[in-house]
């Protein structure tokens, strides 16, 4: 397996990571094979460094350094909340056309790695901002309403708690459909009756940063999956994917 390259030079790759595939090892599953780690690795027959994760099931654009002093530089940016991060989601129901979630987030563990494990660390900050860009309605009863609505939604967090678009999205009462964890059961099993798209839908489609060596703002744009494009061609959504 390849992952389609999105930008390259002597300091960073930036990939196109394809949902369901893990970024490193982990406890999450200890029977996967491939992880994007070891993919770019081997594509490009060196060294890589991972500077921010993915979700699991989450598309879409990867950065990893090429240098332990990359690595430093750019994990720091991320930390600082300096990385522009875009993402698209499908979410269930209209939300509102704009606006802010600024909602603290308590940790989560990962109950895989350490059934025991217990946070008994405060809420942390975590904001994220969205605007509604398309809406579909079908003219069918997934749950308790006569139609079914759902929306193509921009996000752009502020800060990087795990699962924060995901959980904030929930907590605006519009979860993301395909997601297993904070989603609705009904509304997934819609979409994979309906279109043949069991994953999550969301993706990384643009990250801007400053270049650790350079100095100058690189930004890079990943493309959506086929199959989340062929949705979005679907509902009539391919002008609203930029």
């Known amino acids: 397996m390849n992952l389609p390259i999105l930008y390259q030079d002597s300091d960073l790759v930036v990939v196109n990571k394809t949902s369901?595939?893990?970024?490193?090892?982990?406890?999450?599953d200890r029977h996967a094979s491939e992880f994007a780690l070891q993919t770019v690795r081997d594509q490009l027959g060196r060294r890589v460094y991972p500077v921010h994760r993915l979700d699991r099931p989450t598309s879409?654009?990867?950065?990893?350094?090429?240098?332990?002093?990359?690595a430093r530089f750019l994990a720091n940016e991320f930390a600082l909340g300096k990385v522009e991060k875009t993402y698209l989601a499908v979410v269930r129901g209209t939300p509102p056309s704009n606006g802010v979630v600024d909602y603290p987030l308590k940790?989560?563990?990962?109950?895989?790695?350490?059934?025991?494990?217990?946070?008994?660390k405060?809420?942390?900050?975590?904001?994220?901002?969205?605007?509604?860009i398309a809406t579909h309605e079908f003219p069918v009863m997934v749950d308790k309403f006569p139609t079914a609505r759902y929306s193509l939604v921009r996000a752009t967090p502020k800060t990087g708690r795990k699962h924060q678009i995901r959980r904030h999205l929930r907590h605006l009462g519009h979860p993301i459909v395909g997601d297993v964890q904070y989603g609705s059961g009904k509304h997934n099993r819609f979409f994979k009756s309906s279109f043949n798209i069991s994953r999550l839908l969301l993706a990384s489609t643009a990250l801007s940063f400053q270049h650790p060596t350079s100095g100058g703002q690189v930004r890079v744009q990943a493309p959506l999956a086929?199959?989340?494009?062929?949705?979005?061609?679907h509902l009539d959504w391919r002008g609203h994917v930029v």
Do not use: C, W, Y
Not at 61 to 70: G, N, Q, V
């Open 122 to 132: 405060a809420a942390q900050n975590a904001v994220t901002a969205f605007s509604t």
């Open 60 to 70: 879409g654009a990867l950065i990893f350094a090429l240098s332990s002093e990359s």
């Open 226 to 233: 086929d199959d989340f494009m062929q949705l979005m061609d």
């Open 20 to 28: 369901g595939l893990l970024v490193h090892r982990s406890a999450i």
């Open 107 to 120: 940790e989560e563990l990962d109950a895989k790695s350490d059934p025991l494990a217990k946070s008994d």
